[in-house]
């Protein structure tokens, strides 16, 4: 009975951190890991789960933190947004601020075709908002699911969009604070200073589908 305990113990772990040391947040049924920004628990009266996917509620709006930090790592994730659709993935997020954006870079997640903010390159789909202009506009049609990956490793910031790496640069050197100069983050005594922090995903810009999000430290 003893070992039958250890055996269901080590099988729940496994489930919950996934293979080569992935920590799966969402996988198409249960959230682990994700909570409301500023807040103790997962939003559920913002976000439900439908067909595999992780859902905004219509009317509704509450950003996702993860509830553990991060400096060194790969993100992995899929999303859809709506004709017009826009949110963000975060990262080196904290909860100084009323809002996440105040602190977290973000890799841009939007319908290029139908938003005002795809005009622009660099607040177009993939880019690290306001900041940094995708290589290229790799964008799948509204509908269809595009795949994420940002890995960071010793400062070195990769944002990669269906397979394409669009973004990368040397987080907090002095190319960077540069561009922050010439932004609006300049005025964010907070943004970017931490060196490890929250994953985050916006969930108060509209309706947006999220599935198959997963992390691991490297």
Not at 197 to 217: A, F, P, S, V
């Amino acid at each position: 009975m003893k070992n039958l305990f250890f055996f269901l113990t080590a099988l729940i772990h496994i489930s919950c951190s996934g293979s080569n040391g992935w920590e799966v947040l969402f996988d198409g049924r249960t959230v682990n890991g994700l909570r409301g920004y500023r807040q103790s628990g997962f939003p559920s009266k913002d976000w439900i789960i439908v067909d595999g996917t992780l859902k905004t509620i219509p009317g509704h709006g509450v950003d996702l933190i993860s509830e553990n930090v991060y400096k060194d790592f790969e993100l992995e994730l899929e999303w859809k947004v709506p004709p017009g659709g826009n949110s963000g993935i975060f990262y080196f997020a904290t909860e100084e601020g009323d809002y996440i954006w105040q602190s977290a870079p973000e890799m841009q997640v939007l319908d290029d075709e139908g938003h005002t903010d795809g005009k622009n390159s660099l607040t177009s789909a993939g880019s690290l908002y306001a900041l940094i202009q995708p290589s290229k506009s790799v964008v799948k049609p509204v509908g269809q699911f595009n795949n994420v990956r940002i890995k960071v490793k010793d400062k070195h910031v990769e944002h990669w969009l269906n397979d394409v790496k669009v973004v990368q640069y040397t987080y907090q050197s002095t190319e960077m604070w540069d561009l922050v100069k010439e932004s609006k983050f300049n005025a964010m005594k907070n943004f970017a200073k931490a060196t490890e922090g929250h994953i985050g995903l916006q969930g108060d810009h509209g309706e947006i589908w999220y599935r198959n999000i997963r992390i691991r430290k490297i």
